[in-house]
């Protein structure tokens, strides 16, 4: 899937660079990784395209939350994220302040203490994030960033071992970004 998102991001750059005058400015392609996933034994991949102040994310990662963040009583919340968030910039040139939303699709699984069943659930997510991209040297950047997830459908109470799980309506995240555009 993430071959595919780069593909036809970078496809679309090339067509929209080749009709363009030299007066306007060109579509910038980046990729960037996030530290959160790794630390909790996952992974991450995005790419984006963007032109002036706004930029166009697709993401993909798998996140291993900590118990002390579940609902008590239940353990191995494992989360593949898919999301699809526009980001605008105060400045030029991807530095500085920005604020981005977009939809984010979890799919997920969970046990409880017992870890005697998996439960699988689906959740999909309205997305507030906010940044502030610092450049390390050319068009390497790194960004901390925090984020709310708004819970906006999916399914609401998963039964697993004789308990029932409901995930919750806010979700808060944090972490950094490193990236390079092109």
């Known amino acids: 899937m993430a071959r595919t998102l780069l593909f036809v991001v970078t496809a679309f750059a090339s067509l929209s660079l080749s009709g363009q005058q030299a007066s306007v400015k060109r579509i910038n392609i980046g990729t960037e990784q996030d530290l959160l996933p790794y630390v909790t034994s996952g992974y991450f991949a995005g790419i984006w395209a963007g032109k002036s102040h706004v930029r166009v994310r ?3 990662a798998r996140v291993h939350k900590p118990d002390f963040i579940i609902e008590k009583g239940f353990t ?12 605008y910039f105060i400045k030029n040139d991807w530095k500085g ?6 939809v984010v699709y979890w799919k997920s699984t969970i046990q409880t203490n017992k870890k005697e069943q998996t439960a699988n659930y689906d959740t999909w997510l309205l997305n507030g994030s906010i940044g ?18 708004i819970r906006l459908g999916g399914d609401k109470h998963i039964l697993v071992d004789a308990k029932t799980f409901n995930p919750p309506l806010l979700n808060p995240e944090a972490s950094v970004k490193f990236g390079i555009y092109f």
Do not use: E, R
């Open 76 to 87: 191995n919340n494992k989360v593949s994220a898919y999301a699809l968030l526009t980001d």
């Open 58 to 60: 697709a993401i993909t």
């Open 132 to 149: 502030y991209s610092f450049k390390i040297y050319g068009n390497l950047y790194f960004s901390p960033w925090c984020a709310l997830h």
């Open 97 to 102: 302040w920005w604020a981005g939303t977009g």
